[in-house]
T-cell receptor
Framework: DSGVTQTPKHLITATGQRVTLRCSPRSGDLSVYWYQQSLDQGLQFLIHYYNGEERAKGNILERFSAQQFPDLHSELNLSSLELGDSALYFCASTGPVANYGYTFGSGTRLTVV | QQQVKQSPQSLIVQKGGISIINCAYENTAFDYFPWYQQFPGKGPALLIAIRPDVSEKKEGRFTISFNKSAKQFSLHIMDSQPGDSATYFC????????????FGQGTRLTINP
């Protein structure tokens, strides 16, 4: 157990639907990052939150949004889902300085049918 | 300037051999270079990391070699074992401010018994 908890582990949904992925960071970590990993693709950065505030955005689609709550857990909302959104979605957390590494959760596997 | 290029995409090594994976980066502001190991169905896990003030870092059978002038770094796995079969990602970021990790495309390593 890495200390970063992601739910659900698997999600199957139809095109056009909306889903919410949840991430609880490691205790004491203030930063949460969301990454998308498609088949045969690397890890693509989506968005970074630090202590409730958005810090950076990557190639995140307008149909996707995220937030970090006062208890530091984060949710990634994916709407108007398309087949191409099928992927593994990971969150990672770290403290103010990253030299002890980012800790990743086990991911949510999203399948859009 | 944000890219990290990783090679090879896949690598097959005999048990007991040396596995070598290479990465190159463009952004000279990067000052933190971790390697992650990912097994199927799991999130990436930090393997070893290096800062640019040293040219080499060794942890057990894993060594990072860093060439600042060439903007390249590599992972060497000595005495490779079947349990090392996984996908390896290099990454880079700026430590201060917990900046996002920029990942290479990954190398699928297979160690034949």
């Amino acid at each position: 157990d890495s200390g970063v908890t992601q739910t659900p582990k698997h999600l199957i949904t139809a095109t056009g639907q909306r889903v919410t992925l949840r991430c609880s960071p490691r205790s004491g970590d203030l930063s949460v990052y969301w990454y998308q990993q498609s088949l045969d693709q690397g890890l693509q950065f989506l968005i970074h939150y630090y202590n409730g505030e958005e810090r950076a955005k990557g190639n995140i689609l307008e149909r996707f949004s995220a937030q970090q709550f006062p208890d530091l857990h984060s949710e990634l909302n994916l709407s108007s889902l398309e087949l191409g959104d099928s992927a593994l979605y990971f969150c990672a957390s770290t403290g103010p300085v990253a030299n002890y590494g980012y800790t990743f959760g086990s991911g949510t596997r999203l399948t859009v049918v | 300037q944000q890219q990290v290029k990783q090679s090879p995409q896949s690598l097959i090594v005999q048990k007991g051999g040396i596995s070598i994976i290479n990465c190159a980066y463009e952004n000279t502001a990067f000052d933190y270079f971790p390697w992650y190991q990912q097994f199927p169905g799991k999130g990436p896990a930090l393997l070893i990391a290096i800062r640019p003030d040293v040219s080499e870092k060794k942890e057990g059978r894993f060594t990072i070699s860093f060439n600042k002038s060439a903007k390249q770094f590599s992972l060497h796995i000595m005495d490779s074992q079947p349990g090392d079969s996984a996908t390896y990602f290099c990454a880079a970021s700026k430590i201060q401010g917990a900046q996002k990790l920029v990942f290479g495309q990954g190398t699928r390593l297979t160690i034949n018994p």
